[in-house]
């Protein structure tokens, strides 16, 4: 199980030490190989666990003594239950794929060495996230990715807009991860130990349920995983995050980082489930941020925002099911969403490939012709997005629509959320589609003329993630007992959350409603933007305030600028010069003054003439021999 | 033989004119023989004392002193030649460049 921990940072050092010597294709296939044995290491460690009896699915691996003293002892162990196993076949299989896939796309950059060692390191961080059996290691991890995350974003950071994006995703994931922190300090005071094995099955008796501590630590465990994850209020870095190379928004901003947020709400389910409060706030923060980021990636016009936005907003799901006690949904959700997020990024990658970095989706159109095997894999993805069946995003959708409905925490409010959500997904993706693919072309003839599918390398990740966005749901079905295949790996590891008797009419007529809106929503964007040119900017035109309000997202970047950065950049330059040249450099000058005239003072004495010096020193001998005569005598 | 108060006042007598030389005179090889004026003084008390105490050490002491005093004079004059070469001039009061 530690090779899966082994591989990639193996693969980070080989290219440390001869990467740069042996060139890109030899750091590519060295990185790639080893995504693909930490996938077959997972895979193998992932049957392993099969062969145990369902209660007792746990493999600990323990390594070291880390940390020993006093009271805090840490261990370096790792824990493989069905759900760090889950993660870690989505991490290295999406994973491997991604790096087979950049093998293409950074052909010829400069820095693609770089890029190959900041993504193993990437990969390595994240297994050590999912694997991590104490919430010490889960967090080494967490701030790794975010590292690795900052790393990769500013990739390319001879471009200020890169290295700002990547300046600013520190910054608004350091927020988020203070409060982790602190929750981390909570949890270790009240129960004296961080790990897993001992603080999840002893939350209710050191806790109680409903206790203000419990809300109080899973608040800010919560608060941590609103960074990482990118729910409102500090979704603000991930759309700005897709400055970094596609592929990366594709692994790290789509695929795996930002679920880190809802792996570890579920890892920490047992504290979650003490707290109605808390599991209150999460769905609600859940639902706001799904709506938002719909209907935000509704007006953008910029191919990997409406992705990111889109991301924002199925995290969103995530958090909705998690907040309703739904965690097997919310970890189903997670798994085929890397699978079709991470398709559509890559074939969106794809198409800015061919297109030499064109972003803006007014200036393409009519891609299926020169795209075709990136314009049919990418339709799987949107298909199985805005949740058509059979494609996987049906299934795990409607599992969390009717968590929402069907949970005892859950109510009409929130599904209503999650249908309004489900349509904007439906209508926005198509809208891409239909703007990319379909439609008379709109560049100019020499670039039609020189339009080129992508290499063989980048087409066969895309072909291989299409295949598991359209059968990645059914190991999910519901209605038949039994045939949740998912849903019974993983439930053991979750808390029972009562009233799960399935009724199969009330289930079939909301999966039929949710496929409604779902094929609504497609419906409304092929009138806009097929059939009818021009109709969507015609509302555009219609309702001016509301189109700018979401072209301009919600002004939230420039609520940020205006009450926290103006401000703290005010008060900081207030703080220079009060404290640094008021406090600090006066007396560090003054120290230097005060020396400088105490020599001047005494500089005097020093004529330069021999002579003085002769009759300074015979005049102190006489002193002396007077004193000593004196006291002698 | 001469009592020691003899010796100690001839002693005194060559290190205050050896003391009086190095302040008073102002060339720098003057200076070096009063200072040399100055060892021997104190030598001659070394050795009075040697004598009338029946010991050894003040004439070894002595020995120490000429030694010392012989290799001050041998890099003291070597000094003066190179400040001669330099100036034109064995003047102590023209050697003033440690003032600011």
């Known amino acids: 199980m530690t090779y899966i921990l082994l591989f990639p940072l193996a693969g980070v050092l080989v290219n440390l030490l001869f990467g740069f010597r042996r060139g890109e294709r030899f750091a590519g296939r060295v990185a790639t190989g080893a995504m693909g044995l930490a996938f077959l290491a997972s895979a193998a460690a992932f049957l392993s666990l099969l062969g145990l009896p369902p209660g007792q699915r746990a493999l600990r691996a323990f390594l070291f003594e880390w940390i020993p003293v006093g009271g805090l002892q840490v261990k370096a162990s790792f824990l493989l239950d069905p759900l760090s196993s889950t993660m870690t076949l989505v991490v290295t299989g999406v994973g491997f794929l991604i790096h087979l896939y950049s093998m293409g796309y950074m052909h010829g950059d400069r820095g693609a060495v770089r890029y190959f060692i900041y993504l193993n390191l990437f990969s390595f961080s994240m297994l050590t996230l999912v694997l991590g059996d104490n919430f010490l290691v889960l967090f080494v991890g967490w701030e790794a990715v975010g590292l690795c995350s900052y790393l990769l974003i500013g990739f390319w950071h001879e471009r200020d807009s890169a290295a700002e994006a990547g300046k600013k995703a520190f910054v608004v994931n350091r927020v988020g991860d203070f409060c982790f922190l602190i929750a981390l300090f909570l949890i270790f005071g009240r129960f004296g130990s961080l790990d897993f094995g001992v603080v999840l099955p002893q939350a209710a008796a050191t806790l109680g349920a409903g206790s203000g501590a419990a809300t109080l630590i899973c608040l800010l465990l919560f608060g941590g995983a609103t960074g990482k994850s990118a729910q409102f209020p500090l979704h603000v870095w991930l759309p700005d995050a897709m400055e970094g190379p596609t592929p990366v928004s594709a692994l790290i901003h789509a695929a795996t980082m930002v679920t880190a947020g809802v792996y570890m709400v579920a890892r920490t389910s047992a504290l979650f489930a003490l707290s109605p409060f808390a599991m209150g706030v999460v769905a609600t923060v859940g639902a706001l941020t799904l709506l938002m980021a719909g209907s935000i990636a509704v007006a953008q016009n910029d191919i990997k925002r409406v992705l990111a936005y889109s991301t924002v907003s199925q995290l969103g799901y995530m958090f909705l099911a998690a907040g309703v006690g739904a965690y097997t949904a919310a970890i189903f959700h997670l798994v085929t969403h890397a699978f079709f997020k991470a398709l559509l990024f890559l074939g969106s990658g794809s198409v800015i490939h061919s297109l030499h970095g064109e972003q803006d989706i007014r200036r393409m159109g009519g891609l299926r012709a020169g795209l075709p095997v990136t314009s049919w894999t990418f339709t799987v993805g949107a298909l199985a997005i805005a949740g058509i069946f059979p494609f996987a995003g049906f299934f795990s959708k409607d599992a969390i629509l009717f968590a929402a409905m069907t949970s005892p925490r859950g109510g009409l409010v929130f599904w209503l959320a999650g249908a309004a959500g489900a349509f904007m997904t439906a209508f926005y993706m198509f809208r891409l589609v239909f703007k990319t693919f379909h439609g008379k072309c709109s560049l100019p003839i020499e670039q039609q003329a020189r339009l080129h599918e992508s290499p063989r390398v980048m087409l066969l990740p895309l072909q291989a993630l299409a295949v598991l966005s359209v059968v990645g749901g059914w190991m999910g079905l519901p209605l038949v007992r039994g045939a949740d295949l998912f849903g019974g790996f993983l439930s053991p590891v979750f808390p029972k959350m009562g009233g799960e008797h399935h009724e199969v009419v009330l289930e079939v007529a909301m999966m039929l409603v949710s496929l409604a809106i779902a094929l609504l929503g497609i419906f409304v964007a092929y009138g806009f933007y097929v059939r009818g040119q021009g109709v969507g900017a015609a509302y555009g035109r219609r309702w001016p305030r509301l189109y700018r309000l979401l072209l301009n997202k919600y002004y939230v970047d420039e609520a940020y600028d205006r009450f926290i950065v103006q401000p703290v950049k005010r008060a900081s330059i207030w703080a220079w010069h009060a404290f640094e040249d008021g406090l600090i450099d006066a007396a560090v000058n003054g120290a230097g003054a005060a020396v400088e005239a105490a020599g001047g003072a005494v500089r005097r004495l020093q004529t330069g003439y021999v002579k003085s010096y002769a009759v300074a020193m015979l005049a102190g001998a006489f002193a002396i021999l007077v004193y000593l005569t004196v006291r002698g005598g | ?100």
Do not use: W
């Open chain 2, 1 to 100: 033989m001469a009592p020691l108060e003899h010796y100690l006042i001839l002693s005194a007598v060559l290190f205050t004119l050896g003391v009086v030389g190095v302040v008073v005179r102002r060339n720098a090889i003057v200076v070096f023989l009063c200072i040399e004026l100055m060892l021997n003084g104190a030598n001659l008390a070394f050795v009075a004392y040697g004598s009338f105490l029946d010991s050894l050490d003040g004439q070894l002491i002595v020995f120490f002193v000429m030694a010392v005093a012989a290799a001050e004079a041998a890099i003291g004059l070597a000094i003066v030649v190179l400040i001669y070469r330099h100036r034109e001039s064995t003047d102590v009061d023209d050697l003033n460049l440690l003032k600011l």
